[in-house]
């Protein structure tokens, strides 16, 4: 039963954590690159699809602490310090992609996402529209501000990509030091 549980534990992992961690790390600069074309439609559904990918596997990866947990009781070392502090690690990761990860994404897709709305709207207007409105009226201070709103939109959702950079590097150095401790187990007496 032991080697079936670890079996799984280790194809869980595998399939659950490493999609996000991958789809975590290509998310900021697919982020910035959408931000930067917001008419370009496949830069959004990439952004959208790697969002998804981590919520989904995410959901996927509460398995690999619960198979975890129930391979250490099997082996019998469930009070080892390497599985405690792989334990603990795993409890700030999870924490690091719930609480800083998953939520600065989903601020980035929707900017990314009212971006494109706004490029829409503003490709729908037709020459001859625009012509007739710019010489009919004036420019209120309303348009320079919107205007100004949104380059300072685009400023704080770039820095919102170098937060998250960050934040995915923080979650992905966590899983790879459990991952270590896991291979090599230090101070076990179950043998590396």
């Not at 290509?26 to 559904?45: H, I, N, Q, V």
């Not at 919102?160 to 291979?183: C, D, H, K, P, R």
Request: glycine residues 6%; contains cysteine; hydrophobic residues 55%.
């Amino acid at each position: 039963m032991t080697k079936f549980l670890l079996v799984l534990h280790v194809l869980v992992a595998i399939v659950a954590i490493g999609p996000v961690t991958v789809a975590a790390s290509m998310f900021p600069p697919s982020a910035r690159r959408a931000l930067a074309d917001p008419g370009d439609p496949r830069a959004t559904e990439t952004v959208r699809l790697l969002h998804r990918i981590c919520r989904v596997y995410a959901a996927v990866g509460i398995a690999v602490p619960v198979l975890g947990m129930a391979t250490a009781l099997s082996m019998g070392v469930l009070n080892d310090a390497w599985l405690v502090v792989s334990m603990v690690l795993t409890g700030i990761a999870t924490a690091v992609l719930l609480a800083l990860v998953l939520p600065r994404q989903e601020e980035l897709l929707e900017a990314v996402e009212a971006a494109g709305g706004a490029e829409a709207t503003a490709s729908t207007v037709t020459p001859a529209e625009a012509t007739s409105t710019a010489s009919t009226s004036t420019p209120a201070s309303g348009e320079a501000t919107t205007t100004a709103s949104a380059s300072t939109d685009v400023a704080a959702s770039t820095r919102v990509t170098v937060q998250l950079a960050m934040f995915t590097g923080v979650f992905n150095l966590l899983w790879a030091t459990v991952t270590i401790l896991m291979i090599v187990r230090p101070g076990s007496t179950t043998g590396a």
